[in-house]
């Protein structure tokens, strides 16, 4: 089935699951203690909520909460909300976009099998774990937007894993400012900057499907440390990963880039002015340009990097870099010349397709 069609499918059929009784309760403008909503029950904010610090709001299975569109949930405590493949919780708007924000939420919200709808969700020094969840923003009716991104945090911990994101090409994805992240197991679909990290040491990006970004795949600023393996990037706008750093980063704190399978975009991977990457056992296939560097004049302008065991296939250039000694390139594979030691330009089909065939098992289903 068409990718972008099985989506739209995807994206109606849990709009329509959403429980349409004409009966709810109302949640209170605070919440001051421990508070449950209750399995099965329909339930509307008709202004914002206020969750203090000593107060852990649990949300049961079967639950639809729909918040008015003036109205945001502001988050001082805790939100655990334990839905089930059979019987997730919805979470909705009755009109435009609506917001939850968490501010020194450390003792860290749960959301698991939840659905939400052109809902944004704001961290400041917070914590949250999503799991098997669904984010939909639809195309919205007049031009007032709250937010650029569907999740966006500040010097807090975010876990988001085996969930979908399904964008309009207006909002972001996920913009993760300083703190700790693992990204794993999700996709998201017509997301510009899908994935955007600054500022972060030590994070994990692997196993995510992106499609049809109208801008980058996932887009790091002034990172060290990060890990991006095992993902599938297709038909970007512009590149499927950007790499940029305000400061020259040592050896140590290289970008790790391994066993990726980057197609069709404008440029596979870019890495900017001051950034190192090691890129290995990775497939660039069919994109414009296959890996890009900053080039001033006839000097290479970033760190020593190096490209090791990575095939270039079908791409109208493979790289900007071929005549510059700042960059390695060892046993790759290419349908063009490369510079760098032991690349010939035969391709070995059969290791392709066993590299093509790792990847995809690593791959959200």
């Not at 904010?45 to 610090?53: P, R």
């Amino acid at each position: 089935m068409n990718l972008k069609f099985a989506f739209i499918i995807f994206a109606l059929s849990i709009i329509s699951s959403c429980n349409t009784s004409s009966t709810f309760e109302v949640l209170p403008t605070e919440i001051t203690k421990n508070t449950c909503l209750k399995k099965h029950t329909s339930y509307y904010a008709e202004s914002s909520v206020n969750i203090l610090k000593s107060a852990i709001l649990t949300i049961e299975q079967g639950v639809e909460l729909t918040l008015c569109d003036t109205c945001s949930i502001y988050c001082d405590g805790r939100i655990v909300a334990n839905g089930s493949e059979l019987e997730p919780i919805y979470i909705n708007t009755s009109g435009a976009e609506v917001s939850l924000y968490f501010k020194h939420s450390i003792l860290g919200s749960t959301f698991i099998n939840t659905h939400f709808t052109n809902t944004a969700l704001f961290l400041n020094n917070s914590e949250i774990r999503i799991d098997s969840c669904s984010f939909i923003v639809l195309p919205f009716k007049t031009k007032n937007k709250i937010s650029s991104f569907v999740i966006s945090s500040y010097k807090s911990n975010v876990y988001i894993e085996n969930s979908s994101f399904l964008g309009n090409n207006l909002n972001e994805g996920l913009g993760i400012n300083k703190g700790s992240c693992l990204i794993r197991n999700n996709k998201f679909l017509y997301l510009p900057d899908a994935i955007e990290l600054s500022n972060l040491e030590d994070a994990l990006i692997t196993g995510n499907k992106i499609s049809y970004s109208n801008d980058d795949g996932i887009d790091l600023n002034n990172c060290k440390n990060i890990i991006i393996s095992y993902n599938n990037i297709e038909y970007s706008k512009d590149k499927g990963i950007s790499i940029g750093s305000k400061e020259i980063v040592s050896k140590e704190e290289t970008i790790r880039i391994n066993h990726n399978l980057i197609t069709n975009n404008k440029i596979g991977i870019a890495v900017k002015l001051n950034s190192l990457v090691d890129i290995s056992n990775c497939i660039l296939e069919g994109n414009s340009t296959g890996l890009a560097f900053p080039i001033t004049g006839n000097i290479l302008t970033n760190a020593l990097s190096e490209v090791n065991s990575t095939f270039f296939v079908n791409n109208e250039n493979n790289t900007n870099t071929s005549k510059y000694s700042s960059f390695k390139f060892w046993n790759c594979y290419s349908d063009l010349s490369l510079a760098g030691k032991n690349n010939p330009l035969n391709l070995a089909s059969p290791n392709l397709n066993s590299l093509r065939k790792t990847i995809h098992l690593h791959l959200p289903l």
